[in-house]
């Protein structure tokens, strides 16, 4: 067994890692409107509303909208911001996208189907909003149960990177979804539909036109070295 | 205000009323927004006094009628199923008179093969209409044999008490069989008229609402399945969905011939 105590006599929690320290309140962060749901429905079903089984619906797929456009807006604000450690959030933003698309789901196979398997699958089959989101729940699937480490392993760090490529097919169909759903205010579709234009943009500038203009700078750096080399 | 009226035992459903609170609290009226909630946020501005419906068109006493005067009219309660094209539903103790019997002060000619509502347009206290969202006023329409239906009537109140504004104050139609959008709401234009009138929702997706309307459990919208429907404030949609909201007894002679997957 590793001592809580690292070498400086200070407790390992409390010394250099506040990516460590700051995880388990984002963790029940990214949990509260899950506990937010249950808590009314066992105490409160006033507060849902008068249509319940809808604002349910309404707020699983919006969290789950927003931890996948989160999950993407970890590597710009990382170069953004030059803060690197941002990297160790992503993981937990994307299974919680997950988290929150199951549930979403889930509500979606009880409430509104009362889980009657052949109308969902005739649902999925005729229906362009219920078969794009359930795709994107599907693509989701895979990327979840490989997110741990062993799986980065087993599967080799390039060959996961290609996989997980996939989240931006998901963010696509979510967006779709939501806009193929609504009837007539398209607000949030648009404004979910921004940002991921925007973080995919982003991505393309950076791939393209950045990295022609980062090169001149790179080979200046290596022949300045600064006093840290 | 309280609006004592005797309930019509023999055109009401014994299904209990959804709580007040639901039908005052989720109403779709786009004239203030889009969201459930706004009608009942926002519609306490809307000038619901004086009140005029011009009444026009084919026939013989084209008029302005004074929503005293359809006060005056004989009101009866209704508790009435309420089935909207989103797949919820209610159950609401209207208090109204049979469109009929207004109607009837007026005349129409054998011209008057249908009816078409036109509903307010107050644009300084409706934030929908001022955002365009949709083409307003909003306009929705009746064949004339289910214009004087004896179920059809003019809403007035809601409750034992007079139509609170979001649910369409101080008029409003109600046709308990069809989706709720056919029930246009805070009315002040009723015009007989011989050719179809387009609704609003026609004009804005013809293929997803048709002119008809009615309740079909066999007749999908276009993006969801209208076999089952959701009682609110229930968490499942559990209750399967009737031909005609359950009155096809009344109605379904209506239809007698038609194709109901054509004319949905």
Same mark, same amino acid.
């Given at each position: 067994?590793?001592?809580?105590?690292?070498?400086?006599?200070?407790?390992?929690?409390?010394?250099?890692?506040?990516?460590?320290?700051?995880?388990?309140?984002?963790?029940?962060?990214?949990?509260?409107?899950?506990?937010?749901?249950? &808590?009314?429905?066992?105490?409160?079903?006033?507060?849902?509303?008068?249509?319940?089984?809808?604002?349910?619906? &309404?707020?699983?797929?919006?969290?789950?909208?927003?931890?996948?456009?989160?999950?993407?807006?970890?590597?710009?604000?990382?170069?953004?911001?030059?803060?690197?450690?941002?990297?160790?959030?992503?993981?937990?933003?994307?299974?919680?996208?997950?988290?929150?698309?199951?549930? &979403?789901?889930?509500?979606?196979?009880?409430?509104?189907?009362?889980?009657?398997?052949?109308?969902?699958? =005739?649902?999925?089959?005729?229906?362009?909003?219920?078969?794009?989101?359930?795709?994107?729940?599907?693509?989701?699937?895979?990327?979840?149960?490989?997110?741990?480490?062993?799986?980065?392993?087993?599967?080799?760090?390039?060959?996961?990177?290609?996989?997980?490529?996939?989240?931006?097919?998901?963010?696509?169909?979510?967006?779709?979804?939501?806009?193929?759903?609504?009837?007539?205010?398209?607000?949030?579709?648009?404004?979910?539909? =921004?940002?991921?234009?925007?973080?995919?943009?982003?991505?393309?500038?950076?791939?393209?036109?950045?990295?022609?203009?980062?090169?001149?700078?790179?080979?200046? =750096?290596?022949?300045?070295?600064?006093?840290?080399? | 205000?309280?609006?004592?009226? $005797?309930?019509? @035992?023999?055109?009401?459903?014994?299904?209990?009323?959804?709580?007040? +609170?639901?039908?005052?609290?989720?109403?779709?009226?786009?004239?203030?927004?889009?969201? +459930?909630?706004?009608? @009942?946020?926002?519609?306490? +501005?809307?000038?619901?006094?004086?009140?005029?419906?011009?009444?026009?068109?084919?026939?013989?006493?084209? !008029?302005?009628?004074?929503?005293?005067?359809?006060?005056?009219?004989?009101?009866?309660?209704?508790?009435?199923?309420?089935?909207?094209?989103?797949?919820?539903?209610?159950?609401?103790?209207?208090?109204?008179?049979?469109?009929?019997?207004?109607? $009837?002060?007026?005349?129409?000619?054998?011209?008057?093969?249908?009816?078409?509502?036109?509903?307010?347009?107050?644009?300084?206290?409706?934030?929908?209409?001022?955002?365009?969202?949709?083409?307003?006023?909003?306009?929705?329409?009746? !064949?004339?044999?289910? @214009?004087?239906?004896?179920?059809?009537?003019?809403?007035?109140?809601?409750?034992?008490?007079?139509?609170?504004?979001?649910?369409?104050?101080?008029? !409003?139609?109600?046709?308990?069989?069809?989706?709720?959008?056919?029930?246009?709401?805070?009315?002040?234009?009723?015009?007989?008229?011989?050719?179809?009138?387009?609704?609003?929702?026609?004009?804005?997706?013809?293929?997803?609402?048709?002119?008809?309307?009615?309740?079909?459990?066999?007749?999908?919208?276009?993006?969801?399945?209208?076999?089952?429907?959701?009682?609110?404030?229930?968490?499942?949609?559990?209750?399967?969905?009737?031909?005609?909201?359950?009155?096809?007894?009344?109605?379904?002679?209506?239809?007698?011939?038609?194709?109901?997957? +054509?004319?949905?």
């Amino acid at each position: 067994m590793r001592s809580a105590r690292a070498a400086d006599g200070r407790f390992a929690w409390a010394t250099s890692d506040p990516v460590r320290a700051l995880k388990p309140l984002v963790f029940l962060l990214c949990l509260a409107p899950a506990l937010l749901l249950v &808590h009314d429905v066992l105490y409160d079903p006033e507060a849902l509303g008068a249509n319940p089984a809808e604002t349910i619906e &309404h707020v699983t797929g919006d969290r789950s909208m927003q931890f996948l456009l989160g999950t993407l807006a970890i590597t710009p604000l990382r170069r953004i911001t030059g803060w690197g450690k941002l990297i160790r959030f992503r993981r937990m933003l994307g299974l919680f996208a997950f988290f929150y698309g199951v549930l &979403h789901l889930a509500a979606y196979i009880a409430f509104d189907h009362y889980f009657d398997v052949p109308a969902i699958l =005739a649902d999925i089959v005729k229906r362009p909003f219920v078969t794009v989101g359930f795709a994107a729940l599907v693509l989701m699937t895979p990327l979840a149960v490989t997110s741990t480490a062993g799986w980065i392993r087993r599967l080799g760090a390039q060959n996961w990177s290609r996989l997980h490529k996939a989240v931006y097919a998901i963010a696509v169909l979510g967006v779709l979804h939501y806009w193929w759903l609504v009837k007539r205010d398209l607000t949030w579709p648009m404004i979910y539909g =921004a940002i991921l234009a925007v973080l995919l943009g982003w991505r393309v500038w950076n791939e393209t036109l950045g990295r022609q203009r980062r090169r001149p700078a790179r080979v200046r =750096a290596r022949a300045e070295p600064g006093p840290a080399e | 205000m309280k609006l004592p009226a $005797a309930r019509n @035992a023999a055109f009401s459903t014994t299904d209990a009323p959804t709580a007040k +609170k639901i039908i005052t609290g989720y109403n779709n009226f786009y004239e203030f927004g889009m969201g +459930k909630s706004d009608p @009942a946020a926002s519609a306490s +501005k809307m000038s619901v006094r004086p009140w005029t419906i011009e009444i026009g068109g084919a026939v013989e006493k084209p !008029r302005t009628i004074g929503i005293e005067e359809v006060m005056r009219l004989p009101l009866e309660e209704r508790v009435y199923r309420f089935r909207c094209v989103e797949a919820w539903s209610m159950v609401a103790p209207w208090i109204g008179v049979e469109f009929n019997k207004l109607a $009837a002060l007026v005349g129409p000619t054998s011209k008057a093969k249908y009816v078409r509502f036109t509903s307010v347009v107050q644009p300084s206290v409706m934030s929908g209409v001022r955002a365009e969202v949709i083409d307003f006023p909003y306009v929705e329409g009746l !064949r004339i044999d289910e @214009a004087m239906h004896p179920l059809t009537i003019l809403a007035v109140g809601l409750y034992g008490e007079t139509l609170p504004n979001q649910n369409g104050a101080p008029v !409003r139609v109600i046709v308990p069989w069809k989706y709720g959008f056919k029930s246009a709401k805070s009315i002040v234009r009723i015009d007989f008229v011989e050719d179809q009138p387009r609704s609003t929702w026609m004009k804005l997706q013809p293929s997803e609402y048709g002119f008809y309307s009615n309740v079909n459990p066999a007749v999908d919208h276009p993006r969801w399945s209208q076999a089952r429907e959701r009682r609110l404030p229930d968490f499942f949609a559990s209750t399967p969905t009737l031909p005609f909201n359950g009155y096809a007894d009344q109605v379904a002679s209506l239809y007698a011939g038609m194709d109901l997957k +054509k004319f949905f």
